[in-house]
């Protein structure tokens, strides 16, 4: 636990207490404790977290629904932060972090089929038909290629849900959209050491559609 600078350390059992001067800005006043602020504890998580977990947390920052920060005042925050420690990895993650996300798992999704050499999707983008009215904003999507990606969660599994999800991918199809369903088990390989089905079915969505890797 971390008391403002000039406060004494707390010592409690089972309590780490330290002292750490902060800037008032990077404090947080809730109901009944002080905490660090967004941005703040993000950037002290470089250096327990991997390289995709800070992107994770950073996406959730920035993410569609009830944003904690926005992209601006993260790179203003980052550029205060200059040769501290963490910094260099928190200017990696930067790199990576997106905003408009709606999960950590889309995001993941998104990490992974990047780093396998395919292209980044946008995300959230809005699909309209023809007559140029909104259909929906697919989690992901390639524009170029109409291909759309959908990530469905546990909650996708409820009765109800699932033909709100049929509605809406037989919508896009229609409009010519080939549209991907994946889960948890598209990421995850189902033999260590292989690529996972995620990789494998957009890889093979796009150069369907014309996607031709860049050499």
Not at 19 to 29: K, N, Y
Not at 56 to 79: E, K, N, Y
């Amino acid at each position: 636990m971390t008391s403002r600078d000039g406060a004494r350390a707390v010592r409690r059992k089972n309590v780490c207490g330290h002292q750490l001067p902060l800037p008032e800005e990077d404090i947080f006043d809730g109901r009944y404790v002080a905490c660090t602020s967004p941005l703040r504890t993000w950037f002290d998580l470089a250096g327990l977290l991997s390289l995709k977990d800070l992107v994770i947390a950073g996406d959730f920052l920035l993410r569609r629904r009830d944003p904690l920060s926005t992209p601006g005042a993260m790179d203003a925050f980052l550029a205060e932060k200059q040769g501290r420690a963490g910094y260099p990895k928190a200017m990696k993650a930067r790199a990576l972090i997106r905003a408009n996300t709606d999960s950590p798992k889309e995001t993941e999704l998104r990490l992974l089929l990047t780093a396998a050499g395919l292209p980044e999707p946008g995300i959230n983008v809005p699909m309209f038909d023809e007559t140029g009215d909104w259909v929906q904003d697919p989690d992901m999507s390639y524009e170029e290629f109409k291909v759309a990606l959908q990530y469905d969660g546990g909650h996708h599994a409820t009765p109800a849900q699932r033909r709100s999800d049929i509605y809406r991918d037989e919508k896009a199809r229609s409009l010519g959209w080939l549209v991907l369903v994946l889960t948890q088990l598209d990421l995850d390989p189902i033999v260590p050491g292989e690529e996972p089905t995620a990789i494998t079915k957009v890889r093979a969505a796009l150069t369907k559609r014309g996607w031709k890797p860049s050499r």
